[in-house]
């Protein structure tokens, strides 16, 4: 199988088939910089992906103290050796030229370099002033998902217990904090039922809102080679785009945007109405079966047929296929969450598993997907607004073990009411209540909704901002301090992916400049807080990497994700591990819920759930009397129309969303140039049928405007369902003359200046797949075709003419292993 690809045109590689419950067979990519040879390089030194939530596990290669490539490592249980685009090509960006190198403070209106001394102590002072005049509510924090977990931990403890404050949350709001509201609404607690490895078993593939080929590419390449090998799983693809998931599906279901509800009802029913539920399972197992039943009993696949514009046969077909599987995975990802009834649609999918029996076995399996790299780190932590350990912040048992913990006052730890989410602590610092907001490794400018109310947010005189950052990024343009961030590679950590595999990164070059580890500036920044436990000593007692690991194992002892077998030593060589890894348990745990559910007694939860319509918390007292032997909770949900349906001013359904080349706000991957090539510029999906209602071509200059605001884009035609418009998220301004705005403050080139200022429920992550929106042409195209990859669900309906997406020699990439297969 030795050879070399091109791996922005053929992104996911060859193919290695294999059968099911055999072992997946090993591949190995490697990608050097031009001129470098395996045996040019001095050092390759552990680390894994920080590009997406898969956790691909790798060696980075060192020559002259510098990183010059990546290999993947065979002997992990997540890849195999596998490496997507992300992975082979986004290290570069570390080595950028317009890296952040010392600290920047805000003067006379523009951002000046300074000391590390008086950056920090402009913080401090400001931290303090707040305190004493204003009170802890008057400081937020707001994090990333992309941090290591010991440094989320300590920011955990600084939030929570040294200045004392609510306001903490993480930008995996904005992906998947469904995710974990989901799994708690059902099981009451955090934590992934399911394995990758679980698709090496699986009779039946169900992916909701879920373009994994794109998000999380080197488990595509895992089901792609399982649906190339004998006895291959049957694929369900619900996705509203010609996802390649789609095009490789059995069924293929493209609901209206905002009707996965009504949809995953009518799958219910007829799983029920075929009389496939595992009755024992449901009786041993769960509570509120019959509530399920009776509120789906009406929900016949012609019903949703009607609200999600499908034909009913076809989700009658899938409900055949859920129905007769016999090991069923299921993943969930953002066309679920980022929807006004998230959460509800996320628990009908935890329904579906359990009245199927379909958990804790090889092959039935259910993952509700993480978005980032380190997302499962940051609700572990508590970075998230939750508190540390999966702990529930109504059960005073918990908050007083914590406090224990900490050796400090249980009142100390803010738990009088729900922790505050992401875009309600930018609503307190636009009314003022909020005076300091402390943003690290994540860029609000781009990625929030509505961003010209964001931006206003951002720019007012009375909110001191501070930025800790890798690049001088639109958000960090309008800060009052920002801080230069060591990256991937510059820095030790551990990080946890979606099926709770934990992974160790070592340091393998020394960062630019003055830019220090986002653990040392935290460090730093609680000794010149000096904060104190209520002894009178310090209340954070760890100083590296090592130690502040061995604090997280203390506060994870005897929690869910248990991390008491495990440590930097143990993580070193081999393959990443899951928790639960206790000494009872020192290979750690493959699959969740094996013999029952373990972590939803009363006692030992971490939320009583909500009400999936309002997102009331439930009391104590209802939850122990819904379900006092902690069993898993089938919840039912009503369907809803979306807040924002569409009008004669904006009749179509605006979605937006994420290309395979992409991360984020590209940030990082905007300055690699393989993956910038492939995706140079913002560009807008029509079908051909409203693409032709509206006088359109590929290639267009079109504009899409929404209540809040309108980007510009090229026109890319393709089989996206009639009556919707895509964009892509990722687009900014940090690239362009205009900084960090649009430059006419009108019309502008991110998605998110068409975004609503509205969120679920429960999860309360934003709507980002659920707008009214128009488009019009606003200049005829010279012929030359949208800047979209042709690799992708972007793939334009009529290619002809259409360059396809290739990434060159630069983009080559090496693989080799034990098997050799020709390529699909």
């Not at 799983?233 to 996802?243: A, G, H, K, N, S």
């Not at 807080?529 to 990497?545: A, E, Q, S, V």
């Not at 905007?670 to 409203?690: F, I, T």
Request: charged share 25%; aromatic share 6%.
């Amino acid at each position: 199988m030795d050879g070399s690809v091109d791996r922005i045109a053929e992104p996911w590689g060859v193919r290695t088939p294999y059968g099911p419950g055999a072992d997946w067979p090993v591949r190995t990519d490697t990608h050097l910089a031009a001129g470098v040879g395996e045996d040019d390089v001095e050092r390759w030194v552990q680390a894994a992906s920080l590009l997406h939530s898969h956790g691909d596990a790798m060696d980075i290669a060192v020559r002259g103290g510098r990183i010059v490539g990546v290999r993947g490592r065979a002997v992990d249980r997540v890849n195999r050796g596998r490496l997507g685009p992300q992975d082979l090509f986004g290290w570069q960006a570390g080595a950028s030229p317009d890296r952040l190198t010392r600290p920047l403070v805000r003067e006379g209106g523009r951002p000046v370099e300074t000391d590390w001394d008086h950056a920090m102590e402009r913080i401090v002072s400001h931290s303090r002033r707040l305190l004493r005049e204003r009170g802890p509510g008057s400081i937020g924090f707001y994090t990333t998902g992309q941090l290591f977990l010991e440094e989320y931990y300590t920011l955990a403890v600084i939030a929570r217990a040294g200045i004392g404050t609510p306001h903490l949350d993480g930008n995996t709001r904005l992906c998947t904090s469904t995710a974990a509201e989901a799994l708690k609404e059902t099981f009451g607690c955090d934590g992934q039922p399911g394995s990758c490895t679980d698709v090496d078993h699986a009779d039946v593939l169900a992916l909701f809102g879920h373009n994994v080929a794109e998000t999380q590419p080197v488990l595509w390449m895992r089901m792609l080679d399982r649906l190339e090998g004998p006895e291959p799983p049957r694929l369900i693809c619900v996705d509203p785009r010609p996802t390649p998931v789609a095009r490789r599906a059995a069924v293929h279901l493209a609901p209206r945007p905002g009707t996965n509800v009504a949809l995953l009802n009518a799958l219910l029913h007829e799983v029920i109405r075929t009389e496939r539920v595992d009755h024992d399972y449901v009786r041993d197992h769960t509570v509120g079966y019959e509530e399920l039943a009776a509120r789906v009993r009406d929900c016949t696949p012609r019903w949703a047929a009607r609200i999600c514009d499908l034909p009913a046969a076809a989700i009658e077909e899938a409900g055949e296929i859920l129905g007769g599987a016999e090991r069923l995975l299921s993943t969930v990802l953002q066309g679920v969450y980022q929807s006004h009834q998230a959460t509800a649609a996320a628990v009908q999918v935890n329904n579906l598993h359990l009245i199927r029996g379909m958990l804790g076995r090889p092959g039935a399996g259910l993952l509700q997907m993480n978005g980032q790299p380190t997302a499962q780190n940051t609700r572990e932590c508590g970075a998230d607004g939750d508190l540390p350990g999966f702990r529930n912040w109504q059960n005073e048992e918990h908050v007083a073990e914590l406090a224990r913990l900490w050796n400090v006052t249980p009142e100390t730890i803010p738990h009088y009411a729900p922790p505050t989410h992401a875009l309600q602590i930018f609503r307190y610092a636009e009314q003022g209540s909020v005076r300091m907001l402390w943003i690290t490794g994540t860029n609000p400018a781009v990625s929030l909704p509505d961003l010209n109310r964001i931006r206003s947010v951002l720019e007012q005189e009375r909110l001191f901002t501070v930025v800790q950052d890798l690049y001088l990024t639109e958000t960090a343009q309008l800060a009052d301090v920002v801080l230069p961030a060591a990256t991937w590679g510059e820095k030790t950590g551990t990080f946890t992916n979606t099926d709770r595999t934990v992974h160790l990164a070592e340091k393998a070059v020394e960062p630019p400049g003055e830019a220090r580890p986002d653990l040392d500036i935290l460090l730093d920044y609680a000794a010149r807080m000096d904060f104190r436990d209520k002894d009178g000593g310090p209340l954070i007692t760890w100083r590296d990497p090592r130690t502040a690991f061995e604090a997280w194992q203390r506060c994870s002892a005897g929690r869910p994700c248990d991390y008491t077998g495990l440590s930097h030593d143990r993580l070193r060589g081999a393959s990443g591990i899951q928790w639960p890894c206790t000494p009872d348990a020192p290979d750690g745990t493959e699959r969740l819920y094996t013999d029952g559910i373990t972590w939803a007694h009363p006692d030992h939860c971490e939320s009583y759930g909500r009400d999936l319509v309002t997102g009331a918390t439930a009391e104590p007292v209802e939850y122990r009397s819904l379900n006092p032997d902690g069993k898993a909770v089938l919840k039912p949900a009503e369907y809803l129309p979306p807040h924002e349906i569409t009008t004669h001013d904006y009749p179509l359904q605006l979605t937006t969303g994420r290309t395979l080349y992409h991360f984020h706000t590209r940030t990082k991957t905007g300055r690699v140039p393989q993956l910038n090539a492939a995706a140079p510029e913002m560009w807008a999906e029509l079908s051909a049928a409203e693409a032709a209602a509206r006088g359109l071509a590929e290639g267009d200059l079109v504009e899409v405007t929404t209540p809040r605001g309108a980007v510009r884009a090229r026109l890319r035609v393709t089989a996206i369902r009639d009556g919707t418009v895509f964009l892509p998220f990722h687009y900014g301004y940090w690239d362009t003359p205009a900084g960090h705005r649009p430059p006419d403050r009108v019309t502008g080139r991110a998605a998110n200046e068409t975004t609503i200022t509205d969120w679920d429920p429960v999860s309360k992550q934003p709507l980002f797949k659920t707008a009214a929106a128009r488009v019009r042409l606003f200049a005829h195209g010279d012929g030359t075709p949208a800047p979209a990859p042709t690799t992708t669900a972007s793939a334009p309906l009529h290619p002809n003419g259409i360059p396809p997406t290739e990434g060159g020699p630069q983009a080559h990439a090496t693989h080799t292993g034990d098997r050799q297969e020709d390529r699909p």
